[in-house]
């Protein structure tokens, strides 16, 4: 799996859920299928009326969500900036999209504007396989974020961690180790562990 993988993904999904933070703080999300797909890059249209708009050019952070029937999830988190070229993107999403000639026709899609995510962190994580597999990848200046536990130094070696794992991902040694793309990051290892030598990351 890599980065552009995930990408082509998403765009065989479609659909895709786009999560924002609201005027008073509070989390949005929508469904968008107006979308187009660059090796290195997503646009997407919207009306510039829309709430969606401005709480992008508010705030700029957008996570953005696809799940797949093979119990894959793709989230993409970036910032999210008003595209250059509005015109070219516009008429490359109707192209691409043909419905959108339905709900804006003619001239009325001159309402809209076209954001672009450059800059992103995406992180793949399959539960259709055993076990679960998940990695994070980066585009351009996006910056992956740890996540999940890992085992310090204060291990005692007693194995209480591997046995409660679900996923059987915790592999012995001096310390025990955690095998992170293969970790569901459920917490049960961290909570279980008798001299609290498990450490959550981020």
Known sequence: MDAATCLKKCELVGVLAFATIGKNGEPQIR????????????YFFTARGKDFCSELKEDGRVQILAYTRFKETIRVSGK?????DQEKWINTIFEEQPYLSN?????????????????????????????????????G???????????????????????????????????????????LHCGNCFENCPVKAIERLG
């Open 31 to 42: 469904n968008i299928s107006a979308i187009h797909y660059e090796p290195d890059a997503i």
């Open 80 to 84: 999210a900036v008003i595209a250059e």
């Open 103 to 139: 709900v804006y026709p003619g001239d009325t899609r001159s309402i809209g504007i076209v954001f672009c995510v450059k800059d992103m962190e995406i992180e793949y994580f399959n539960l259709g396989v055993r076990p679960i597999f998940r990695e994070t990848y980066t585009v």
């Open 141 to 183: 200046n996006g910056k992956a974020h740890q996540k999940g536990y890992r085992i310090s130094d204060n291990c005692i070696g007693c194995g209480t961690c591997a046995s409660v794992c679900p996923q059987q991902n915790i592999e012995e040694g001096t310390p025990y180790r955690i095998t992170p793309e293969n970790c």
